[in-house]
């Protein structure tokens, strides 16, 4: 049983190009959390998405990213117009879908997003 | 200008010894913790987990202790090892989903 995986692990885009990072989570899971890790911080909440729905973008800024988690297919984060802020680590979690219970959630090994 | 990240206390034990890793929340309507380790260049992995109802939980060589008055929680790592080397970071959540909070982290550097 494969774990959460994210693709790529790294990537090193220029200031204004778009970055997409994938995350399949576990086979099983429905819920997806994206979470930012800056050098020497711990992780920040940004979405949690289930199948086709953003339940909670609070932690998402307003401007330039996007989350979804279609039907088929991983989870997208997308950043546009990357500046060199955006420069960190992204990680990915999924939980089974147990309903209104808290569960384990199982971080993938995240992509490191350079802006040069 | 570049950003500097904040320094992760560090918390550094012998071989051999027992290590005790401490976390402040900072909700108290928070019901549920997790603690994760975090090794150089991978993503968080789980530790141990409590729930708000218990005060404390053991696993294989670790104990987890919550003080639910002061809004503290503890990691005990019994008879260190190399390998538990990390950042270990402690994460909050409330309500119904798994919105975790994370701590800022704290780097355990076990001497051989």
């Known amino acids: 049983n494969a774990g959460v995986m994210q693709n790529p692990r790294h990537l090193v885009r220029r200031r204004g190009q778009e970055a997409r990072l994938r995350c399949s989570p576990m086979?099983?899971?429905?819920?997806v959390y994206w979470y930012r890790q800056l050098p020497e911080e711990g992780l920040k909440f940004m979405v949690y998405?289930?199948?086709?729905?953003?339940?909670?973008e609070s932690g998402m800024p307003k401007e330039r990213f996007s989350a979804e988690f279609p039907k088929e297919g991983p989870s997208i984060l997308r950043i546009q117009q990357v500046v060199r802020g955006d420069s960190a680590a992204y990680f990915c979690?999924?939980?089974?879908?147990?309903?209104?219970?808290?569960?384990?959630?199982?971080f993938g090994q995240g992509t490191r997003l350079t802006v040069v | 200008g570049e950003s500097v990240g904040l320094h992760l206390p560090t918390l550094s034990v012998q071989e051999g010894d027992n290590s005790i890793i401490n976390c402040a929340y900072s909700?108290?309507?928070?019901?549920?913790f997790i603690w994760y380790k975090q090794e150089s260049g991978k993503g968080p992995q789980f530790i141990i987990d409590?729930?708000?109802?218990?005060d404390k939980r053991q696993g294989q060589r670790v104990t987890v202790l919550l003080n639910k008055t002061v809004k503290h929680l503890s990691l005990q790592i019994a008879a260190t090892q190399p390998g538990d080397s990390a950042v270990y970071f402690c994460?909050?959540?409330?309500?119904?989903?798994?919105?975790?909070?994370f701590g800022s982290g704290t780097k355990l550097n076990v001497k051989p």
């Open positions: 979690a999924s939980s089974p879908n147990q309903g209104a219970h808290n569960t384990e959630a199982f």
């Open positions: 086979k099983g899971h429905s819920h």
């Open positions: 998405l289930q199948k086709e729905n953003i339940i909670d």
């Open positions: 909700n108290s309507a928070s019901d549920y």
């Open positions: 409590i729930r708000s109802n218990m």
């Open positions: 994460a909050e959540n409330i309500g119904n989903f798994n919105k975790f909070y």
